[in-house]
């Protein structure tokens, strides 16, 4: 069983920072996917940005903004959030997907003030 965890998340003003990590337990290899989803109040979860084995792969709306990353030794994956706007304001979720399942955390609550 593989279990995530995610942290980092809170309330930022517009154009700020966050930096958001997930560990996860179990073993992980550099070919597994992992990613950064997110849910907005009324809305459908949808894709950020994904990873696997170094190739990354990002939503239009975070391009240039966010940038993604892992380190496989210690079973992270991180989304490092600049130039944030009130629109990215959602429960960010964190995913790897395993032998064709897929395990989510938990989320973090992100809020961008105007």
């Known amino acids: 069983q593989v279990q995530l965890v995610e942290s980092g998340g809170g309330l930022v003003q517009a154009g700020g920072s966050l930096r958001l990590s997930c560990v996860a337990s179990?073993?992980?290899?550099?070919?597994?996917?992992m990613g950064w989803y997110r849910q907005a109040p009324g809305k459908q979860r949808e894709l950020v940005a994904t990873?696997?084995?170094?190739?990354?792969n990002y939503a239009a709306f975070v391009k240039g903004r966010f940038t993604i990353s892992r380190d496989n030794a210690k079973n992270t994956v991180s989304l490092q959030m600049d130039s944030l706007k009130p629109e990215d304001t959602a429960v960010y979720y964190c995913?790897?997907?395993?032998?064709?399942?897929?395990?989510w955390g938990q989320g973090t609550q992100v809020t961008v003030s105007s």
């Open positions: 179990g073993r992980i290899f550099s070919g597994n996917a």
């Open positions: 990873i696997t084995e170094g190739s990354t």
């Open positions: 995913n790897v997907r395993i032998d064709f399942i897929t395990y």
